[in-house]
């Protein structure tokens, strides 16, 4: 070996350690620590499985409740793809209702706990308790759904007004929904 390789050869073998290191990390990316407290699981649960989704949500223009004249979007539907942390298409996440799909058939759906912001321009983080799942499958036994790490999928500020009724928007957006069980 020539010296000259020398420092090529210690770069390779120190980048294929670094490179092992991490596929040891633990899966989780986030900690509930760093969430509102009104959106945090209950203890006594653990992760069961982590996905990314990327998609986009529905608002319709319309009256607001008990404000004849006044008007506000009012959000229809989601439609997103849920992916593993490796970027693999592992389910969907559509409605109403709310309902996330794995690719193995297995859904669940369920009732808004709590939600709690999460910055301009974003939705907010949310808390969800998951129905009993509809098919065997990844989705069985989820006891609650988590929506953090939040991009984008706000309503529109302007645009919706009586003349624009019945208008639709879509709304692009990305956020972690991560499923719990009971521990």
């Known amino acids: 070996m020539t010296p000259s390789r020398l420092p090529l050869i210690l770069a390779a073998a120190a980048s294929t350690l670094v490179l092992g290191a991490c596929s040891t990390m633990p ?14 699981v ?6 069961a499985m982590e996905t990314v989704a990327t998609g986009e949500l529905t608002y319709e223009c319309r009256d607001k409740a008990a404000m004849p004249g006044s008007t506000e979007w009012v959000f229809v539907g989601p439609k997103a793809t849920l992916a593993d942390r490796a970027g693999k298409k592992v389910g969907t996440y559509y409605g109403p209702p709310a309902t996330w799909e794995a690719n193995d058939g297995s859904k669940v759906s369920g009732t808004q706990v709590a939600v709690a912001p999460s910055g301009a321009g ?9 129905n009993p799942a509809m098919g065997s499958g990844a989705m069985m036994g989820v006891s609650y759904i988590q929506r953090v790490a ?4 706000a309503a529109p500020a302007t645009g919706c007004a009586v003349d624009t009724k019945g208008a639709r928007v879509v709304v692009p957006y990305q ?9």
């Open 122 to 130: 974003n939705i907010p983080y949310q808390l969800v308790k998951a």
């Open 27 to 40: 899966a989780s990316m986030y900690s509930q620590a760093s969430l509102p407290p009104t959106v945090q």
């Open 42 to 47: 209950p203890a006594g649960h653990m992760v």
């Open 175 to 183: 956020g972690d929904y991560i499923f719990w069980k009971a521990s």
């Open 150 to 153: 939040l991009k984008g999928g």
